[in-house]
C-alpha cells in the first residue's frame, strides 16, 4: 500500500525557511516521480517541483527556482523540500504526490496532476509577518 504523509509545515515570517517533508511507504524514488504542488482556495493547484523517477533529475516552478530545493533521503523513504527567502505568496497547502515511473512531463501545465497516482494531505504553509 502507497502512502505519502507531508510534515513541517508552520508559520514563518517573510524571508524566513521552513523544510517540509514527505515520508512514504510504498514507493522507490528509483520507481517513482515525486512532485510537490500547492494549492490556495479559489486556485488552481500549482505544480512546485517535480523529481524525476530513475534519478533523472528535478525540475521547479519558475516562482521557486533558486528558492526552494528538493532532496531525497532513500533510506528514510522521504523527500524534503527546502523552502528559503519564504515569501507571503508562498502560503499554500503544500502537498506530495507519487507517479509511478514518471518523468514530470507537462510540468507547469494543468495536465501534469493528473499524472499522478498517489497523493498526501497536505500540510499548511503561511508566510506572515
Known amino acids: 500500500e502507497v502512502q505519502l504523509v507531508e510534515s513541517g509545515g508552520g508559520l514563518v515570517q517573510p524571508g524566513g525557511s521552513l523544510r517540509l517533508s514527505c515520508a512514504t511507504s510504498?514507493?522507490?524514488?528509483?520507481?517513482?516521480?515525486i512532485g510537490w504542488f500547492r494549492q490556495v482556495p479559489g486556485k488552481e493547484r500549482e505544480g512546485v517541483s517535480c523529481m524525476r523517477s530513475s534519478n533523472a533529475g528535478t525540475v521547479y516552478a519558475d516562482s521557486v527556482s533558486g528558492r526552494f530545493t528538493v532532496a531525497a533521503d532513500n533510506a528514510a523513504n522521504t523527500v524534503y523540500l527546502q523552502m528559503d527567502d519564504l515569501k507571503p505568496e508562498d502560503t499554500a497547502v503544500y502537498l506530495c504526490a507519487a507517479e509511478f515511473f514518471g518523468f514530470c512531463d507537462n510540468f507547469n501545465t494543468t495536465a501534469h496532476e493528473l499524472q499522478y497516482d498517489y497523493w498526501g494531505q497536505g500540510t499548511q504553509v503561511t508566510v506572515s509577518s
Open positions: 510504498g514507493v522507490t524514488f528509483e520507481d517513482y516521480a
